[in-house]
């Protein structure tokens, strides 16, 4: 099985940057695609952005392109969120997920609450 720890979650001003972490532990392949996703409060979960492990190819939401920069690094296990030019309408928890078959989502982190004051 798979496990999933997000850290790296605060308080910040609006204008500033966090880096979120995703330890990903027990059975693991190249074959998955890791994923960043939020859910504001009151809101839906939203995608965020997403690598695939194989190549390293990296996909955004247009509302953080350019602001936002998904990496993993092999050696820790460790998938990574660069939050930088924060908004306060990036408030929300922030969930790492692992698609193990296909685009299918199918193990979950706890979360990690990020909030940003204007």
């Known amino acids: 099985q798979v496990q999933l720890v997000e850290s790296g979650g605060g308080l910040v001003q609006a204008g500033g940057s966090l880096r979120l972490s995703c330890v990903v532990s027990?059975?693991?392949?190249?074959?998955?695609?890791m994923g960043w996703f939020r859910r504001p409060s009151g809101k839906e979960r939203e995608y965020v952005a997403s690598?695939?492990?194989?190549?390293?190819?990296?996909y955004y939401a247009d509302s953080v392109k350019g602001r936002f920069t998904i990496s993993r690094d092999n050696a820790k296990n460790t998938v990574y969120l660069e939050m930088n030019s924060l908004k306060p309408e990036d408030t929300a928890v922030y969930y790492c997920?692992?698609?193990?078959?296909?685009?299918?989502?199918?193990?979950w982190g706890q979360g990690t609450q990020v909030t940003v004051s204007s």
């Open positions: 997920a692992v698609a193990r078959l296909g685009n299918i989502y199918d193990v």
């Open positions: 027990g059975r693991t392949s190249s074959d998955y695609v």
């Open positions: 690598i695939k492990w194989r190549s390293d190819s990296t």
